[in-house]
């Protein structure tokens, strides 16, 4: 498989502070894989993010993004192969409407006007949002203003899409609507998606996720493998899926459960069968 | 302090060709001392509501009772300011609104508004500190300094010194990871509890609806569409999902079960401690038979 | 200021609204001279001729047009009865408790202020016709020939677009922590002046740490996008020159030449 980042050994220390903010990073991400990191506030994430995107240096390691080394002469060079949505939708919003703002990037790359507009028109269908071409930006709702930005990043037409805790200022609805969009993005177009998060929704869409903690990988695997270490979890302090921690709970009180389910079909169906096995035994 | 509203009405710009109907027909009562979660979707009034609490907002028709006062549409109240000490407003990431050298000067610039004393305040500041569970140190640090869940705590910190008797929160744990939104939400209830508070939480989460609230106010384009006890509530899933409203995964499961197994609970479940022993019940009961 | 139209944009797709800014602009800077042209009523006549026409053109209806000058009205007014109280030429109209008025005087008011209104309403023509990002654009274009003496004309176009872009989430903003700190007991509205700078001091201090926030996040959020200054960089916004553009400079220049061959 082709590897789409690759990251050694990173280590970065902010000026001023005694401990590292992150500690010995190795990690890659293949070509159209979806991977989540997630860790709560302080773990270390926002730190990669801003390596990853080339705003810090790594104190120590290498950063290779589509095999180019990650060094200050080829920032421009990088960052031609990453889309990046953030995580405030005001703060990334250039454009004056939202044409204007998928227009920018392009403008910046110093593509043609003919060209320019078959992909604004292509990106904004992409994340259906072309019904609000004219619209201005406080006329629009935090989801809406994040798929704008999805837009404007893929109308660049990058190879790797990186979603730096682009819901967390978002309501229910705008999560939705902005992981239905990344969702069908990847069906369509087999991208490479990096998202950065702690919510639990992402990390069960992910193919791969790495946990960090105090600035360390201390977990890495398919959702299923990273929801097993529960308490492991837990006393990071992240979530469980309901229907995990329910399994869990019901084994502790002696149901003989078989595993630990990550949906609620799971469980409900392992429910079922044992009821009806005792239920069974005793009319016998 | 009881709240009461009966046929409050909002209209913003009011008269101008760009009126428009944020609220009608609300009629609101809230127990002293009770847990009230307010739940709707973006745009469904629910911000407007809230600052009527406080005489932010004045009804544009009906009558709007907060304990001793009375605000009637068309007489536009002037004395706001006991008031507003008594219900403490805290607003949609509340860290925004920090704007002191140090956390103890933030925290006290509430009560100090409302006439408590420079020194009594000052005395008082590791109390508040300790309520919204912040160590003593952070006390002469700027507020800036802060990791930002911290400086929530700070903001709330700042609204609890008013010594509030009635706590709006608009949306208090947006953007907390999952710990810090169970520690922000269990201080609430335990304020609640130890100090007797009235509380109001606008949310979009019906978890925490189902987990804390005493009762529950669905709005929905403006006006109040269901109300009751969680129990009620969610007893009539259907009736939520068609209101667009997502559902808590305790009582989806429970549905799930209840089909399956052609059952019927004989109450919702709104914790998973109440899904537990639910089917804990319904495991025994086959094992004794 | 409640009322004021000017500034204000009224969407539509008029014959003014299709102009390109840049003829707008110079139209209005053309007209601004040419108006002191104007000095009787035949000068005058054609001058308001021209004017009706354009708000005519513009399909901005005229009571619209009438609701945004009450505001500026009295000013109107004011400058109509200064002219006639302190003007002492021609002859004598009439007396009135040892005030004196003239014929000269009350011709004088009447066009300066004539003048006067004309000018408003041809600036507040153009900012209804013409959205704020289609004026910087304009501007961006009609200045570009200032960038051989390395005037940073892409630069001021771009500080004025995203200026423009974010004077409504400020506004909300603003709006948000003055309701915040009002609930903590402030009053924005009366007190003592140390109580005002107070709660001055309580919304400014919040509203520049989050524009500098802003700010920061949105450097990060151009330059990931590629932003690196105007070189190499193509516009989505072209203004294209019509021949109706050219129709409407060269109406404004026989104008001119009419206004300057009929004054006295």
Excluded at chain 1, 215 to 226: D, F, S, W
Excluded at chain 3, 23 to 50: E, S
Excluded at chain 3, 170 to 189: H, N, P
Aim: hydrophobic share 45%; aromatic share 8%; glycine share 6%.
């Amino acid at each position: 498989m082709e590897v789409a980042v690759r990251v050694e050994d990173v280590s970065f220390q902010y000026a001023n502070e005694q401990t590292y903010a992150l500690q010995n990073i190795s990690f890659q991400v293949y070509k159209g894989e979806w991977v989540t990191i997630v860790g709560h506030n302080g773990s270390g994430k926002s730190t990669l993010a801003k390596l990853l995107i080339g705003l810090l240096p790594p104190t120590s390691g290498t950063i290779h993004v589509c095999g180019i080394p990650l060094s200050e002469e080829t920032i421009w060079d990088v960052r031609e192969q990453l889309g990046i949505v953030f995580q405030n939708p005001d703060n990334q919003f250039v454009g004056t409407t939202v044409q204007d703002d998928v227009a920018f990037g392009l403008e910046n790359r110093g593509i043609q006007k003919e060209e320019m507009k078959k992909r604004i028109n292509e990106a904004l269908k992409k994340v259906r949002m072309e019904d609000f071409i004219h619209h201005e930006p406080h006329r629009l709702s935090g989801g809406q203003k994040q798929r704008v930005a999805i837009a404007s990043a893929i109308a660049l037409q990058p190879n790797v899409i990186i979603l730096d805790e682009a819901t967390s200022m978002l309501d229910p609805s705008g999560k939705k609507e902005v992981l239905h969009v990344m969702q069908s993005l990847r069906r369509e177009h087999d991208m490479t998606v990096i998202s950065i998060t702690h919510d639990l929704n992402e990390v069960a869409k992910a193919d791969r996720v790495i946990v960090m903690n105090k600035g360390k990988i201390v977990l890495e695997g398919t959702p299923a493998h990273i929801f097993s270490y529960g308490e492991k979890l837990e006393e990071m302090g992240l979530d469980l899926p309901f229907s995990l921690q329910l399994s869990r709970r019901l084994k502790s009180n002696g149901i003989p459960m078989t595993a630990d389910h990550l949906t609620m079909e799971g469980l409900v169906s392992e429910l079922w069968t044992l009821y009806s096995a005792m239920s069974n035994i005793v009319t016998k | 302090m009881d709240i009461v509203f009966r046929d409050v009405e909002h209209r913003y710009q009011i008269n101008t060709p760009f009126e428009k109907r944020a609220l009608y027909d609300i009629h609101v009562d809230i127990r002293s001392g009770s847990y009230v979660a307010v739940i709707g979707h973006t745009g469904s009034g629910k911000s407007t509501l809230l600052q009527h609490f406080n005489g932010l907002l004045q009804p544009t028709k009906g009558t709007a009772h907060l304990g001793d006062y009375t605000i009637v549409a068309g007489k536009k109240e002037k004395q706001l300011k006991p008031l507003r000490k008594k219900v403490g407003i805290v607003f949609q990431f509340p860290e925004h609104q920090l704007f002191e050298e140090t956390v103890e000067k933030d925290i006290c610039f509430g009560p100090m508004n409302f006439g408590m004393s420079e020194q009594e305040a000052k005395a008082r500041v590791g109390e508040w500190l300790a309520l919204v569970g912040l160590p003593e140190e952070v006390r002469h640090k700027s507020p800036f300094a802060l990791s930002g869940g911290q400086m929530r705590r700070v903001a709330i910190a700042g609204v609890l010194a008013m010594e509030p008797e009635v706590l709006v929160l608009d949306e208090p744990t947006a953007g907390l990871d999952p710990r810090g939104r169970k520690e922000m939400m269990d201080m609430f209830a335990n304020l609640q509890r130890q100090k007797k508070m009235t509380i109001v939480l606008v949310t979009h989460s019906m978890e925490e609806a189902a987990r804390y609230a005493d009762d529950i106010i669905i709005m929905h384009r403006g006006t109040i569409v269901r109300r009751g006890t969680p129990e009620q509530i969610f007893r009539n899933v259907d009736d939520l999902i068609h209101l667009g409203l997502d559902v808590p995964e305790t009582v989806l499961f429970q549905r799930a079960i209840e089909q399956k197994f052609g059952i019927q609970f004989p109450e919702p479940c709104l914790t998973i401690e109440d899904v537990e022993r639910s089917l804990q019940t319904l495991f025994t009961r086959v094992k004794r038979i | 200021m409640n009322g004021m139209i000017i500034g204000k944009y009224v969407p539509g797709d008029s014959l003014i609204h299709r102009l390109d800014p840049r003829t707008k602009l110079l139209l209005m800077f053309i007209y601004v001279f040419i108006v002191f042209l104007a000095n009787n009523g035949w000068t005058y006549g054609i001058l308001t001729l021209f004017t009706c026409l354009l708000l005519f053109l513009s399909r901005i209806p005229f009571s619209f047009m009438m609701r945004g000058l009450k505001p500026v009205l009295w000013v109107i007014v004011f400058t109509f009865f200064l002219h006639v109280l302190l003007t002492k030429e021609g002859h004598i109209v009439f007396q009135w408790l040892g005030i004196e008025v003239y014929d000269k005087a009350i011709q004088q008011g009447a066009f300066i202020s004539l003048r006067f209104l004309l000018l408003i309403v041809v600036t507040t023509l153009l900012t209804l016709t013409t959205t704020p990002i289609e004026v910087t654009d304009g501007m961006e274009s009609l200045l570009s020939p200032l960038k051989k003496w390395n005037v940073p004309v892409h630069e001021l176009a771009l500080m004025m677009s995203i200026s423009l872009r974010f004077i409504p989430t400020l506004m909300e903003e603003t709006e948000k922590i003055m309701k915040a700190q009002t609930a903590r007991g402030v009053d924005f509205s009366s007190g003592p002046l140390q109580e005002r700078m107070k709660a001055m001091t309580a919304l400014l201090v919040p509203l520049f740490i989050s524009a500098f926030k802003r700010a920061e996040e949105l450097a990060v959020a151009m330059e990931v996008r590629g932003y690196r200054g105007s070189q190499n960089r193509t516009k989505w916004r072209e203004l294209t020159w019509g021949r109706i553009d050219t129709a409407f400079m060269l109406f404004i220049g026989l104008l001119a030449i009419a206004l300057w061959l009929l004054r006295s």
